[in-house]
Every structure is written in C-alpha cells, then in structure tokens.
C-alpha cells in the first residue's frame, strides 16, 4: 500500500481542480492558464518569478488582481513604475506571454473541437 501514499497529496490537487468540470485536462492547465482567477497575491508572485522582484510591490499596491493583469497593456507599466526601459521590455513580455497562455486555455476549454486535441 505504499504506492497509494504519495499520490495523495496530488490526486487531493487534482481533485480540487476538476471542481469545475470533470475533464481530464483541467489537471494539465500549464502555469497562467487560470490567470484570469488569479489574486492580488497571486500576481505578486508571478512579477516575483519574472527576476524583476522589486516591482511585486507596484502590482500589489495597484490591486492588480487576475482580471486586472488580463486587461494590463505596456502603457500601464510605466504608470505602476516600470520606468526602466530594460525593465519594462522584460516584465512586458512575461506579462504577454501569461495573457497569451490563459486566453488560448480559455479558448480551448470553451471549443469542443480544441478539446478533443489537448
């Protein structure tokens, strides 16, 4: 019964995720899939990821949650201050590509057709 042990802790995860829907491939949404669900918190820690630390602070205290960060264009960066040009090239795109990751999962798990291919 050893083998039952350590899967537990992630079929627990799993479980939670398929709340949703039961679909097999809720479990394999790649990271900022669900970005759009995302908290204030949440987003802080992804801008954390990006090696630029320092700016978590300028989404949290902007109250950038999951919606928010969906809607954020590059013009808003210098705004929340991402003053530098390096800085900003490079946030920017890691932002991009998170909104590029949930809209095409949101896509999918709206389209049967793409489903069926996941």
Request: glycine share 12%.
């Amino acid at each position: 019964g050893e083998q039952r042990s350590v899967g537990t802790g992630l079929r627990e995860r799993g479980r939670e995720e398929a709340r949703g829907g039961q679909q097999e491939s809720r479990q394999m949404a790649p990271y900022g899939a669900k970005a759009r669900t995302w908290g204030v918190k949440d987003v802080a820690d992804f801008i954390s990821t990006t090696g630029l630390k320092q700016y978590s602070g300028a989404f949290e205290g902007n109250n950038i949650d999951g919606k928010r960060f969906m809607k954020l264009n590059s013009n808003q960066l210098p705004q929340m201050g991402v003053q530098q040009f390096d800085h900003l090239k490079k946030i920017w795109r890691k932002i991009k590509n998170i909104q590029e990751i949930c809209k095409k999962y949101e896509k999918e798990m709206d389209d049967p057709e793409a489903q069926l291919n996941l």
